[in-house]
């Protein structure tokens, strides 16, 4: 089985910054991309940014210039630098990673538990 726990959520103020944090663990024998998404209650999930494991990224248009995602493979981990926090940034944000138990292996989407992100005007 494979784990993704996320950390750093929080409440902070409209032009303040956080730092969410999306570790992995368990059977997993490579990762291919990883991602940030984030749902607020009544809508659908969106992808908010994602990142390969050769570093290339993908963000959504209404982050673009204030989020920033990287990753640290050898620790199994995707981080999300958001800046200039908007408060239609406030959601739950998911982490997701595409993970492979072995060489060779079927690569399988994980989610983690979801963490609140609440920005106040």
């Known amino acids: 089985q494979v784990q993704l726990v996320e950390s750093g959520g929080g409440l902070v103020q409209a032009g303040g910054s956080l730092r969410l944090s999306c570790a992995g663990s368990g059977s997993i024998f490579s990762i291919n991309t990883m991602g940030w998404y984030r749902q607020v209650p009544g809508k659908q999930r969106e992808l908010v940014a994602t990142i390969t494991s050769g570093g290339s990224t993908n963000y959504a248009d209404s982050v673009k210039g204030r989020f920033t995602i990287s990753r640290d493979n050898a620790k199994n981990t995707v981080y999300l630098q958001m800046n200039s926090l908007k408060p239609e940034d406030t959601a739950v944000y998911y982490c997701?990673?595409?993970?492979?138990?072995?060489?060779?292996?079927?690569?399988?989407?994980?989610w983690g538990q979801g963490t609140q992100v609440t920005v106040s005007s």
């Open positions: 997701n990673a595409n993970v492979a138990y072995y060489s060779g292996g079927n690569f399988r989407a994980y």
